[in-house]
């Protein structure tokens, strides 16, 4: 299983950038795709979540409004498109999966536990 995340890099605060995260060896029709992300120094959080149906997406507060999460399951790709970027968004973003076909209620998308697999991580950087 490989999670290749993509897409970071130095943005001025305002700016947007869209993450791409590309998925193999396993069914990604069929698996949850989530973004957390970790500051230095701080835990790693959640960030946003879409079912592996699509139907279902879930936002943490500081970002809800702003990014927004999205699939296409011909790419075996999840994106995260960041718009409005803030100095506090800087961080490492990674991209988890679960491949389980499952759907949770409430906030359980935000589980970091739920996802099995992850990607390596890439750096977004807000300038202030």
């Known amino acids: 299983v490989q999670l290749q995340a993509s897409g970071g890099g130095l943005v001025q605060g305002g700016g947007s950038l869209r993450l791409s995260c590309t998925a193999s060896?396993?069914?990604?029709?069929?698996?949850?795709m989530s973004w957390f992300r970790q500051a230095p120094g701080k835990a790693r959080e959640f960030v946003a979540a879409?079912?592996?149906?699509?139907?279902?997406?879930d936002y943490a507060d500081s970002v809800e409004g702003r990014f927004t999460i999205s699939r296409d399951n011909a790419k075996n790709t999840a994106y995260l498109q960041m718009n409005s970027l803030k100095p506090e968004d800087t961080a490492v973003y990674y991209c988890g999966a679960d491949p389980r076909a499952r759907t949770y209620s409430g906030h359980n998308w935000q589980i970091r536990g739920n996802y099995l697999y992850w990607g390596q991580g890439t750096l977004v950087t807000v300038s202030s």
């Open positions: 879409i079912s592996w149906g699509g139907a279902t997406t």
């Open positions: 060896g396993i069914t990604f029709s069929r698996s949850s």
